[in-house]
């Protein structure tokens, strides 16, 4: 994961920014395209970031702003049709191997990967999907839905009252096709075999399907729906 | 009864451009189905306009499938915005089917994606500035 990536981000406002440090900071170079012209100068000063002003799903734009040479392009702004011919013109004209638009109408991730975008994420999908698993976020770190939500993979911390802390994984009993892939103890990372016991703030990375995701979080943490 | 060269035509997009054609079709014994996000915009279409008009947002998918997009024959999106059109074109046409699907854009730069995409394109400004350019004849025409 440390290979170096040329990032396109098309965009604004504090996520934008966050995105860029964050990217910045791990090494990856980023280029920002934003139509505000005052943003720009602002996020100029501040991030070690290329800046181009403009609208994100003008062709010339999108090559002035070098995305013929970007591996990823993340197209950002509050609107579901810019984000969608951002991530056509990168694709078709600049053979941009990967682009993610975020939609704000849920129906658009499905409509999104049909018209060629790599992944389409909406808030609004996450957030229900997290509500409706009807775990508490206190315990699921973070989860992430792959393959069009047919398997997702789940974060989840062990607390003081999981009623797996302190049993081995065979003795849990997880339903079949749900996997630990990977315990963090102490911020190390440890491949988990049956007979491993598991202990109080552990993290695990759970892979599950969703017909069994609430029975394994319920094994793991005791939380119910 | 129903004239079996009825067609019904979804237009996006209820301006100058939209209403022009929805005030041409319907007339014409076609079904039409109008969708603006601006309720005053529906003053534009006339007395002889006997089709339907809805009120809502294009670029949300549900008011796509309102406007029976998946029965029409043609879908024209006419809005002022090149994206608003290309996104709901495309959708026209790749989820719902639609045989003939028509963006206005005016983004030249655009129609190669349109192209790749299988949506048709008007360019109103080209469009006009050809017919004017051809009759002053500063070109030879070939």
Same mark, same amino acid.
């Given at each position: 994961?440390s290979?170096q990536?040329?990032?396109?981000?098309?965009?604004g406002?504090k996520?934008?920014?966050?995105l860029?440090?964050?990217?910045?900071?791990?090494g990856?170079?980023?280029?920002?395209?934003?139509?505000?012209?005052?943003?720009?100068?602002?996020?100029?000063?501040?991030?070690?970031?290329?800046?181009?002003?403009?609208?994100?799903s003008?062709?010339g734009?999108?090559?002035?702003?070098?995305?013929?040479?970007?591996?990823?392009?993340?197209?950002?702004?509050?609107?579901?049709?810019?984000?969608?011919v951002?991530?056509?013109?990168?694709?078709?004209?600049?053979?941009?191997?990967?682009?993610l638009?975020?939609v704000?109408?849920?129906?658009?991730e499905?409509?999104f990967?049909?018209?060629?975008?790599?992944?389409a994420?909406?808030?609004?999908?996450i957030l229900?999907?997290?509500?409706?698993?009807?775990?508490?976020?206190?315990e699921?770190?973070?989860?992430?839905?792959?393959?069009?939500?047919?398997?997702?993979?789940?974060?989840?911390?062990?607390?003081?009252?999981?009623?797996?802390?302190g049993?081995?994984l065979?003795e849990?009993?997880l339903?079949?096709?749900c996997?630990?892939?990977?315990?963090?103890?102490?911020?190390?990372?440890?491949?988990?075999?049956?007979?491993?016991?598991?202990?109080?703030?552990?993290r695990?990375?759970?892979?599950t399907?969703?017909?069994?995701?609430?029975e394994?979080i319920?094994?793991l943490?005791g939380t119910?729906? | 009864?129903?004239?079996?060269?009825?067609?019904?035509?979804v237009i996006?997009g209820?301006g100058?451009?939209g209403s022009?054609?929805?005030?041409?079709?319907?007339p014409?014994?076609? =079904? !039409?189905?109008?969708?603006?996000?601006?309720?005053e $915009?529906?003053?534009?279409l @006339?007395s002889?306009? #006997?089709?339907?008009?809805?009120?809502?947002?294009?670029?949300?998918? =549900? !008011?796509?499938?309102?406007?029976?997009?998946?029965? $029409?024959?043609?879908?024209? @999106?006419?809005?002022a #915005?090149?994206d608003v059109?290309?996104?709901?074109?495309?959708?026209?046409?790749?989820?719902f089917?639609?045989?003939r699907?028509? $963006?206005?854009?005016?983004n030249?730069?655009?129609? #190669?994606l349109?192209?790749?995409?299988?949506i048709?394109?008007?360019?109103?400004?080209k469009?006009?500035?050809?017919?004017?350019?051809?009759?002053?004849?500063?070109?030879?025409e070939t």
């Amino acid at each position: 994961m440390s290979r170096q990536m040329n990032i396109l981000i098309v965009g604004g406002g504090k996520p934008v920014y966050f995105l860029t440090r964050d990217f910045s900071s791990k090494g990856h170079r980023v280029t920002i395209v934003n139509h505000d012209r005052e943003e720009c100068r602002r996020l100029t000063r501040k991030l070690p970031a290329t800046v181009v002003h403009g609208e994100g799903s003008d062709p010339g734009v999108l090559k002035e702003a070098g995305a013929s040479a970007a591996d990823v392009v993340l197209a950002v702004t509050p609107h579901d049709e810019t984000n969608l011919v951002i991530c056509q013109l990168a694709e078709l004209s600049y053979k941009v191997p990967r682009t993610l638009a975020l939609v704000n109408d849920p129906e658009h991730e499905t409509v999104f990967q049909k018209l060629g975008v790599t992944t389409a994420f909406s808030i609004t999908q996450i957030l229900v999907a997290m509500i409706e698993q009807r775990v508490s976020y206190r315990e699921i770190v973070s989860m992430l839905p792959v393959g069009e939500g047919k398997v997702n993979l789940t974060e989840v911390v062990l607390d003081s009252g999981a009623p797996a802390a302190g049993k081995t994984l065979m003795e849990i009993g997880l339903p079949e096709d749900c996997l630990v892939a990977v315990i963090l103890r102490d911020d190390r990372p440890l491949i988990p075999r049956g007979a491993t016991m598991l202990k109080q703030q552990d993290r695990l990375v759970l892979m599950t399907l969703p017909e069994n995701h609430r029975e394994a979080i319920r094994l793991l943490t005791g939380t119910t729906g | 009864m129903k004239d079996p060269k009825s067609k019904l035509a979804v237009i996006i997009g209820c301006g100058r451009l939209g209403s022009y054609i929805a005030n041409s079709l319907s007339p014409a014994g076609h =079904d !039409v189905v109008v969708v603006d996000n601006r309720e005053e $915009a529906f003053e534009a279409l @006339s007395s002889e306009f #006997s089709g339907f008009s809805i009120e809502g947002d294009a670029t949300e998918f =549900d !008011v796509l499938k309102q406007a029976h997009t998946d029965r $029409a024959d043609f879908f024209v @999106s006419a809005t002022a #915005s090149d994206d608003v059109n290309l996104m709901a074109a495309q959708i026209a046409k790749k989820v719902f089917g639609v045989a003939r699907a028509i $963006a206005r854009i005016h983004n030249t730069e655009k129609h #190669s994606l349109c192209r790749d995409m299988g949506i048709e394109t008007v360019n109103p400004t080209k469009l006009v500035g050809d017919i004017v350019i051809r009759s002053l004849q500063v070109f030879d025409e070939t």
